[in-house]
């Protein structure tokens, strides 16, 4: 899979600004704390929101 695109960010739940830093603090979907973010971004310091309907 080509880096720096949106589905390999998707995918590899990667940063969606630089395809770098981590999404979400666990690697692994099947852990119990999976849901749980980070902040920002470790590598471009882009804030990460939540949305709620």
Request: glycine share 2%; charged share 25%.
């Amino acid at each position: 899979m080509i880096r720096n695109t949106k589905l390999y960010s998707i995918y590899n739940n990667k940063c969606p600004k630089c395809h770098q830093g981590d999404f979400f603090i666990t690697k692994s979907p099947y852990h119990k704390d999976f849901i749980k973010m980070h902040d920002k971004c470790s590598h471009c310091h882009d804030l990460f929101n939540k949305e709620y309907l």
